[in-house]
């Protein structure tokens, strides 16, 4: 058992390890715990206009706060969450602890600001996903307009009609509809035609490369004309230099999100933020910001 091996040597659950029925039990067990003892947390990060460098939506990245190891990143608990169902009730925790921030912030007299919250596919299949949405809008009363549901196109390998009308029903609500890490799957076109989002996000895998891969500024480029043409809104994730900035700028992306700006953050650094509105670029320096720190001094 990895824990066993002492704090330092601590392995977390992936697919690729070779755990026993029993291990992964353990593992499930603590992060059941981690739900109901408070350990999980969310941060923030600014989604911006490109042109104005105007903070237009955040969006809710889920941490894990573990009492020895410190702050775990998502990848490395959501697929055991997923492969165990406990992503529902994690979710469930997830949209209403966005929209509760939503309100604070709100309450503080600050700009409303659209929350976008990152679903699993797993979730598409709870029976009564809308429901405990509608619930939790109205608990937090939140307008379901300032509430964005984050998809990926592997929604389409499941119960295609039954997705798609719970998608439909989301969007009749006037909630928005996000496609993440846009072209990473396998029926990237197939799916936004099923599933049409409001936004699609240009995976960042893309943007890392963009001035020294051609392939890669040519499905920028793609994904941006595909989005004008469908009237979707085009976002850029993983922005991270001023250049690559400027060129997505070039080729018509309309926001973006990235280190550049700010990294994720804790709610009372959002805040501040949310203060100023505008995130300023530095357009003289295009070195990475370090660890915890963001373009904004
Ligand atoms: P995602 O939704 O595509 O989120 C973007 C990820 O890229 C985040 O990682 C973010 O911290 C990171 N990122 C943002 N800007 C930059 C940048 O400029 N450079 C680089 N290298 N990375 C950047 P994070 O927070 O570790 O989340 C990873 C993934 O975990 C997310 O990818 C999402 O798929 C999943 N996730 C996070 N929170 C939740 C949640 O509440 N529910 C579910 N189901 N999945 C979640
Ligand atoms: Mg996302
Ligand atoms: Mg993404
Ligand atoms: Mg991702």
């Given at each position: 058992r990895a824990k066993q091996q002492g704090r330092n040597n601590y392995q977390f659950y992936s697919p690729e390890m070779n755990t026993t029925a029993r291990e992964q039990l353990e593992l499930e067990t603590d992060l059941r715990k981690a739900l109901t003892k408070d350990e999980l947390l969310l941060y923030y990060q600014p989604q911006v206009?490109?042109?104005?460098?105007?903070?237009?939506g955040l969006e809710a990245l889920l941490r894990w706060q573990h009492p020895q190891i410190g702050v775990i990143p998502p990848n490395q608990f959501i697929p055991l969450a997923e492969e165990t169902g406990l992503i529902c009730p994690i979710g469930e925790w997830v949209i209403r602890t966005a929209c509760e921030q939503h309100q604070a912030w709100y309450a503080a007299g600050l700009p409303l600001m659209r929350i976008a919250v990152n679903l699993s596919?797993?979730?598409?299949?709870?029976?009564?996903l809308v429901k405990t949405i509608v619930q939790i809008l109205q608990e937090t009363q939140t307008q379901p307009c300032y509430l964005e549901l984050e998809i990926t196109e592997s929604i389409a390998m499941q119960d295609v009609e039954f997705t798609v009308a719970v998608l439909q029903e989301l969007r009749q609500m006037g909630i928005q509809i996000a496609m993440d890490d846009?072209?990473?799957?396998?029926s990237s076109l197939n799916s936004i035609k099923h599933f049409p989002p409001h936004t699609l996000k240009i995976d960042q895998s893309f943007v890392r490369d963009l001035l020294i891969d051609p392939s890669d500024a040519a499905i920028a480029r793609a994904v941006i004309a595909l989005g004008q043409g469908l009237h979707l809104k085009v976002l850029a994730e993983g922005v991270e230099t001023v250049e690559q900035l400027e060129f997505l700028r070039t080729l018509g992306c309309q926001s973006a999100q990235g280190y550049l700006f700010s990294k994720p953050l804790p709610p009372v650094a959002i805040t501040q933020l949310l203060r100023e509105k505008t995130i300023p670029i530095q357009l003289e320096s295009s070195t990475r910001p370090k660890e915890g720190q963001s373009a904004v001094a």
């Open positions: 206009d490109i042109n104005t460098g105007e903070i237009i596919a797993r979730q598409f299949q709870q029976r009564d846009f072209g990473t799957g396998y």
